[in-house]
């Protein structure tokens, strides 16, 4: 089956550094994406790797490793409006985007 | 320029009725999908589009479900017969092309309570 693991809650202090690890077993694998979704709202994109590295945009990065299942997204300089769910998304083989169950950050004052 | 919309953004329904939600994807994208996101989990994925053409329909949780996008553009899904457990938000999101670095943008949702 296919499986995406992201930890559930991450508390962080405004100002800081947060890294929100996200591991995959896919059915194939066509690209990784990050989503943002705040609370009643619709995911809106973050990030996308297809190749092991890193990408890096803003405030915001994101690492992938394709021989470890394993990419992290890394949040700088966090900022009250940052409390949200972190999505780690996978496209598979067939082009389908599999959702992981989303890591809600709080970042507390 | 205009966001994927949906309609309604809340519907109740009484079990045994049928409910059908629908789509306005951004002008131009040719990839349609449709999910569904209980409370506090992600997004699970029930069919995509590539224009008028349902590609993937296995996250479609029964029968009861049917997605249709008949001109390549709106899309409907349609659930017969609802359910309780059919209670959850329901998310369109449409997208240039499924490959490459082409994301998806999400409508509002429909929120759908069977009661």
């Known amino acids: 089956g296919q499986n995406i693991d992201q930890p559930t809650e991450m508390t962080a202090t405004e100002g800081a550094i947060v890294q929100i690890n996200c591991t995959y077993q896919t059915s194939g694998f066509n690209g990784l994406f990050w989503y943002q979704q705040h609370a009643g709202e619709a995911p809106t994109f973050l990030s996308y790797n297809v190749l092991d590295g890193l990408e890096e945009k803003g405030r915001f990065s994101s690492f992938l490793s394709r021989s470890k299942g394993y990419s992290y997204l890394l949040l700088k300089e966090l900022q009250m409006k940052d409390s949200a769910s972190y999505l780690c998304?996978?496209?598979?083989?067939?082009?389908?985007?599999?959702f992981g169950a989303g890591t809600r950050l709080f970042v507390k004052a | 320029g205009a966001g994927v919309s949906q309609s309604p953004r809340y519907k109740v329904a009484k079990r045994g009725q049928d409910v059908a939600l629908r789509c306005d994807p951004i002008s131009g994208h040719v990839s349609l999908f449709w999910y569904q996101q209980a409370l506090g989990q992600g997004p699970e994925f029930l069919t995509y589009?590539?224009?008028?053409?349902?590609?993937?329909k296995s996250g479609l949780p029964s029968d009861r479900f049917f997605a249709e996008r008949p001109e390549g553009s709106v899309s409907t899904l349609k659930i017969q017969r609802t359910q309780q457990e059919d209670s959850a938000v329901y998310l369109c999101?449409?997208?240039?092309?499924?490959?490459?670095?082409?994301?998806?943008?999400f409508g509002p949702g429909t929120r759908l309570t069977v009661t």
């Open positions: 999101a449409s997208s240039l092309a499924v490959t490459d670095n082409y994301e998806q943008y």
């Open positions: 589009f590539q224009n008028e053409a349902q590609l993937d």
């Open positions: 998304a996978v496209r598979d083989r067939s082009f389908k985007t599999i």
